[in-house]
């Protein structure tokens, strides 16, 4: 099956900002939406923002809208999450997942094929 890769995250203080990355690990190209989740210490994944394939069309939880944006660069078949202004809140293992729904339609984890296993970002006070 197609499996993910995260880079990036770990320790940022509260305003800074950071990078996260993903990409296969094989040789696959993804035609699909790709979106980002998060699990916070003590609570259940949440949707994070989404993607889809021509990158026109994104969603953000309202949490993170107007602090984090999307991208991905099909050239190199990978997609980011540019983290801005982080709070304390935005602690969490970030997955990122692909062969996601349209745009628009769902943001359920159970709606997205692959999966990556996660990366940590911590944000301090």
């Known amino acids: 099956q197609k499996r993910l890769v995260e880079s990036g995250g770990g320790l940022v203080q509260a305003g800074d900002s950071t990078r996260l990355s993903c990409a296969p690990s094989?040789?696959?190209?993804?035609?699909?939406?790709m979106g980002w989740f998060r699990q916070p210490p003590g609570k259940e994944r949440e949707f994070v923002a989404a993607?889809?394939?021509?990158?026109?069309?994104?969603a953000y939880a309202d949490s993170v809208k107007g602090r984090f944006t999307i991208s991905r660069d099909n050239s190199k078949n990978t997609v980011s999450l540019q983290m801005n202004r982080l709070k304390p809140e935005d602690t969490a293992i970030y997955y990122c997942?692909?062969?996601?729904?349209?745009?628009?339609?769902?943001?359920?984890?159970?709606?997205?094929?692959?999966w990556g296993q996660g990366t940590q970002v911590t944000v301090s006070s």
């Open positions: 094989g040789r696959s190209f993804i035609t699909d939406s």
């Open positions: 997942a692909a062969d996601g729904p349209n745009i628009g339609t769902s943001t359920e984890e159970v709606d997205f094929g692959a």
């Open positions: 993607i889809s394939w021509s990158g026109d069309m994104t």
